[in-house]
């Protein structure tokens, strides 16, 4: 099985930053994308960032896109997260996840089979 745990979330102010990690373990993968999404309450969960297995390839919502910076490391264990110029509509649960049959990921929910449980950010205006 794989265990996905982020952490780095928060209570920040807007206009500051903050940087979430998720750290994959358990079983491997020879390829797999990954991919931060985020909840709002009473929301549909939404796509934010995706990065693929080489670290080649980014992709990020139009909401986020020059703000936000998604990352990993060379070992392929942890994504980052660099959230700059938070504003108080990027209040939510950020979700991390994996999906393991594609190498370039998607911006779709659906696609992904493994997610981590979740940590909230909060922006304050």
């Known amino acids: 099985q794989v265990q996905l745990v982020e952490s780095g979330g928060g209570l920040v102010q807007t206009g500051d930053s903050l940087r979430l990690s998720c750290t994959i373990s358990g079983r491997t993968f020879s390829y797999n994308g990954l991919g931060w999404f985020r909840q709002a309450s009473g929301k549909d969960r939404e796509f934010v960032a995706a990065i693929s297995w080489s670290g080649g390839t980014t992709y990020y919502a139009d909401s986020v896109k020059g703000r936000f910076t998604i990352s990993r490391d060379s070992a392929k264990t942890t994504t980052f997260l660099q959230m700059n110029s938070l504003e108080a509509e990027d209040t939510a649960v950020y979700y991390c996840?994996?999906?393991?049959?594609?190498?370039?990921?998607?911006?779709?929910?659906?696609?992904?089979?493994?997610w981590g449980r979740g940590t909230q950010v909060t922006v304050s205006s």
């Open positions: 996840a994996l999906d393991s049959t594609r190498a370039v990921p998607t911006t779709r929910v659906r696609d992904y089979d493994y």
